[in-house]
Each structure stands twice: as structure tokens, then as C-alpha cells.
Antibody, heavy 120, light 107 residues
Framework: QMQLVQSGSEVKKPGSSVKVSCKASGGTFGSYAITWVRQAPGQGLEWMGRTIPVLGLANYAQKFQGRVTITADKSTSTAYMELSSLRSEDTALYFC?????????????WGTGTMVTVSS | DIQITQSPSSLSASVGDRVTITCRTSQSVSSYLIWYQQKPGKAPKLLIYGASTLHSGVPSRFSGSGSGTDFTLTISTLQPEDFATYYCQQTYSDFHNFGQGTKVEIK
């Protein structure tokens, strides 16, 4: 069964960037998409965007357009989410998740989560 | 963008109760509606996809219904381990947004 292992927590200054990794163990990305979702403290889930590694495509939530870049390295089955121009509101727990798309699109395997704290 | 209205935002219930949570979308999403359960500090878990298909390993007390714009998640007999927050998500459009969540608390 595939697992998604994310990089460790980060503390960043406002205005800087963060790059979070998500490595698949026990399997490969294959034809799956990888989605990034974040959750601010005490808040709900927020969909950020996704990439389809086999196609090299990505799409993003409008809210994050221009600030987020989601990529994947098929050779290492590792996906990345880079968020720039960080502000305090970006403090959140960031999850990657595998998107199954045989018929319907749904997130069936989730990463371990990476806490990103933005503070001066 | 497709807007999702999930209700209620929270509810109190007792073990053994029947619980119903609804999601309404601003336009039809066909059956591209997903339900997740999340416990504090943990990643969400997939419960139902395609509006009504139970994911492997999910107890049969969970069920989903609906199509188009109106959807329901039902827990037939609430168990202690079901106290959690539940989210719906639409995956019909290119932007796969979530509902606001429903926290199920112990009465």
C-alpha cells in the first residue's frame, strides 16, 4: 500500500518561500495525480492545486495563482509544493494526497502533513 | 467557481443516534461529490466517493446519497469513534473545493 511521506515542519519569515516535499513509498505515482490541501489552525480544508506527474500538468486554485508551484519528479516519485511571498495567514498544516481518478476523482491516500509557520 | 454550502456547521449527538449532514452545491456536480472524516491533528480519511460509493474498509453505517446539487451523508447508528469533523468535496470542476466542515460532538 502506498504511503506518502512529507518533509518536516518549517518556520519561515514573511516574504520568504517554502518548498514542501511528498515522497511516495511502497509504490510509484503511476498515473495518479497529487493534490495539495492546507488547513490553518482551527479551520477547514483548503484545496490548493494538483499535478499529474505522468503528464507534467498542474492546475491551481485561483486564490494561489502566481504564488504556488506544484511539481513532481517521476524518477523519485516525489512531489513538491512551493509557496512564495509568505504571510502570516499561510501558517497551516499542509497535506499532499493521492488522487484516484478511475471514474470519480477522490483523495484516497494522504500524506503525513507538514506544519509551516510564518512568523517574524 | 462552484460554491459549497455544508450544514450544519456543528451538531451534538449521542451514541446510537442517526446523524445527517448535507452539502449543497451552487451548480450541478453530477455525482462528483466526496465525503471525508477528519480527527484532530490527523489527515482526513476517505469515506464515500461518487456521492454514494463506500470506500473500502469504511463501516456500512456510513452512507451517502444525492446527485446534482444536493447531497447527504448519513451515519445510521453513531459510534464513539465517529465523533470527528466531516467534509464534503466536489471534484466536478477543475477547482476541487471543500465544504466548510461539520463537527460532530458528543451530547
Amino acid at each position: 500500500q502506498m504511503q506518502l511521506v512529507q518533509s518536516g515542519s518549517e518556520v519561515k519569515k514573511p516574504g520568504s518561500s517554502v518548498k514542501v516535499s511528498c515522497k511516495a513509498s511502497g509504490g510509484t505515482f503511476g498515473s495518479y495525480a497529487i493534490t495539495w490541501v492546507r488547513q490553518a489552525p482551527g479551520q477547514g480544508l483548503e484545496w490548493m492545486g494538483r499535478t499529474i506527474p505522468v503528464l507534467g500538468l498542474a492546475n491551481y486554485a485561483q486564490k494561489f495563482q502566481g504564488r504556488v508551484t506544484i511539481t513532481a519528479d517521476k524518477s523519485t516519485s516525489t512531489a513538491y509544493m512551493e509557496l512564495s511571498s509568505l504571510r502570516s495567514e499561510d501558517t497551516a498544516l499542509y497535506f499532499c494526497a493521492r488522487e484516484e481518478s478511475v471514474y470519480y476523482y477522490y483523495l484516497d491516500v494522504w500524506g503525513t502533513g507538514t506544519m509551516v509557520t510564518v512568523s517574524s | 467557481d462552484i460554491q459549497i454550502t455544508q450544514s450544519p456547521s456543528s451538531l451534538s449527538a449521542s451514541v446510537g443516534d442517526r446523524v445527517t449532514i448535507t452539502c449543497r452545491t451552487s451548480q450541478s456536480v453530477s455525482s462528483y461529490l466526496i465525503w471525508y472524516q477528519q480527527k484532530p491533528g490527523k489527515a482526513p480519511k476517505l469515506l464515500i466517493y461518487g456521492a454514494s460509493t463506500l470506500h473500502s474498509g469504511v463501516p456500512s453505517r456510513f452512507s451517502g446519497s444525492g446527485s446534482g446539487t444536493d447531497f447527504t451523508l448519513t451515519i445510521s447508528t453513531l459510534q464513539p469513534e465517529d465523533f470527528a469533523t466531516y467534509y464534503c468535496q466536489q471534484t466536478y470542476s477543475d477547482f476541487h473545493n471543500f465544504g466548510q466542515g461539520t463537527k460532530v460532538e458528543i451530547k
